[in-house]
């Protein structure tokens, strides 16, 4: 039953991008739970280069929240020492692949993301998504079973490469710190409004901003409306047909 869930959603990832237009878009996403209004929700954590936000781990690891950690192969590099300590807590954190150079998925001459370069051809977009597969494995001994392009955008082609890949891409239904650059209040607004099922996104790669303060506050507030958080690993996703939020 898992294998064929796994099979629908992402048959379903191929026929978006058979529809989609050329332009990237975003996957947005929801955890498939087994009633509705189950208060589970789960939390993702992009490492895409710079340091190591030890405030915020600290912090998860005191409250004993879960997170799936895409990291790069250039972050698993530069931070010894944020990848041991994540690698110390293994029933909290799952370190799956962010690519090798934090290149977005996006192929052509030319085509950029948020003013990222992508990737010229599909050999390119193979090689920065096993780039940090392997990056993963070396560091962890395990190797990734989902992937989170740079950007979180998505053109139709590099889509159908990444699947056929074997890897499941990880989408979201919350941005929780629109690339750490939020505010810790505009950061727990944000999480106020997590709902069953919700897939948020935030960063710990830069320790000087307010994500830190902004998750530990928001997600205290989830744990006392009686949220629970679960890596990706634990549960199936599902696409989401509403808007995402915010």
Excluded at 50 to 57: E, N, P, S, T, V
Excluded at 67 to 94: C, K, M, Q
Excluded at 131 to 150: D, F, N, Q, S
């Amino acid at each position: 039953m898992r294998r064929i869930a796994i099979l629908l959603v992402f048959g379903w990832l191929v026929s978006f991008a058979a529809r989609a237009s050329s332009r990237p878009v975003e996957v947005h996403q929801l955890l498939a739970l087994p009633q509705p209004e189950t208060k589970v929700a789960a939390l993702t954590l992009d490492a895409c280069g710079g340091g190591y936000d030890a405030k915020l781990i600290r912090f998860l690891v005191e409250e004993r929240i879960p997170a799936t950690v895409f990291a790069t192969r250039r972050w698993i590099a530069r931070n010894a020492e944020g990848v041991a300590i994540l690698r110390s807590h293994p029933e909290l954190f799952d370190i799956e692949d962010h690519g090798a150079n934090h290149v977005p998925a996006v192929i052509g001459l030319g085509r950029r993301v948020y003013g990222i370069a992508g990737n010229l051809d599909v050999a390119h977009l193979e090689s920065e998504v096993r780039g940090g597969a392997a990056a993963v494995e070396a560091a962890t001994g395990i190797a990734p079973h989902w992937y989170r392009a740079a950007t979180a955008e998505y053109d139709p082609q590099a889509l159908r490469v990444i699947v056929a890949m074997g890897y499941k891409v990880a989408g979201f239904s919350i941005n929780a710190d629109a690339g750490a650059t939020l505010k810790r209040e505009a950061i727990a607004a944000r999480l106020n409004a997590v709902g069953p099922g919700d897939i948020i996104i935030a960063h710990m790669n830069k320790p000087g901003s307010d994500t830190a303060e902004g998750l530990a506050s928001g997600l205290k507030s989830l744990r006392e409306r009686g949220f629970e958080f679960v890596m990706l690993r634990d549960m199936e996703v599902r696409p989401r047909a509403r808007a995402v939020t915010p």
